[in-house]
């Protein structure tokens, strides 16, 4: 049974850098079949595409937040991690890692969500 | 890349059905079939209700439906059940490998 398991600061002061790390059980990260990404949800608004990353590192973000993003993988470690820098209030948020489906493009997993506020 | 437009709210009545808009452009929903609908109880993990537009993965039952016309895309229930009742989002390709998601709408079941 696949899981994905976020974990990191839940609270970041304003114009540092959030660090999140996703920890893939029951799945290597590895297979060519997926990519990995993250997705978030501010308080009271929908889902917000961030990136998704592929085993072999190549990245994909989303244009508003490029600037700011950056995601790596450890294949070694079946993880994945996000860093979002100069962050405001506006990225407080639940922040999903998933995994997206290659052959049909979906996310066929989550992780639970973890919740980072920005605040001082 | 502004969010793709769906309703802020939806209701029905058990047994009744409903259908959920999603409204991109033709750079996203009007240029690919890869939109994905997905069921998200508050507190838990999002689940995917329709992908590729039509399709239903295994397990999800064939009340769901999805279909699309031009830069709209639909996600139907039918025979409403009150386990249906959370929010629903759907997504599409953009190109060039990126994504974008609906601002969500909150279903009701009366």
């Known amino acids: 049974q696949l899981q994905l398991q976020e974990s990191g600061p839940g609270l970041v002061k304003p114009s540092e850098t959030l660090s999140l790390t996703c920890t893939v059980s029951g799945g290597s990260i590895s297979s060519s079949s997926y990519y990995w990404g993250w997705i978030r949800q501010s308080p009271g608004k929908g889902l917000e595409w961030i990136g998704n990353i592929y085993y072999s590192g190549g990245t994909y973000y989303n244009p508003s937040l490029k600037s700011r993003v950056t995601m790596s993988v450890d294949t070694s470690k079946n993880q994945f991690s996000l860093k979002l820098s100069s962050v405001t209030a506006a990225d407080t948020a639940v922040y999903y890692c998933a995994r997206w489906y290659t052959s049909d493009w979906y996310v066929d997993s989550w992780g639970q969500g973890t919740l980072v506020t920005v605040s001082s | 890349q502004s969010a793709l437009t769906q309703p802020a709210s939806v209701s029905g009545s058990p047994g009744q059905s409903i259908t959920i808009s999603c409204t991109g452009t033709?750079?996203?929903?009007?240029?690919?079939?890869?939109v994905s609908w997905y069921q998200h109880h508050p507190g838990k993990a999002p689940i995917v209700m329709i992908y590729?537009?039509?399709n239903r993965p295994s397990g999800v039952s064939d009340r769901f439906s999805g279909s699309k016309s031009g830069n709209t895309a639909s996600l139907t229930i039918s025979g409403l059940q009150a386990e249906d009742e959370a929010d629903y989002y759907c997504c599409s390709f953009t190109g060039s490998s990126t994504w974008v998601f609906g601002g969500g709408t909150k279903l009701t079941v009366l």
């Open positions: 033709s750079s996203d929903v009007g240029s690919y079939n890869l």
């Open positions: 590729e537009g039509t």
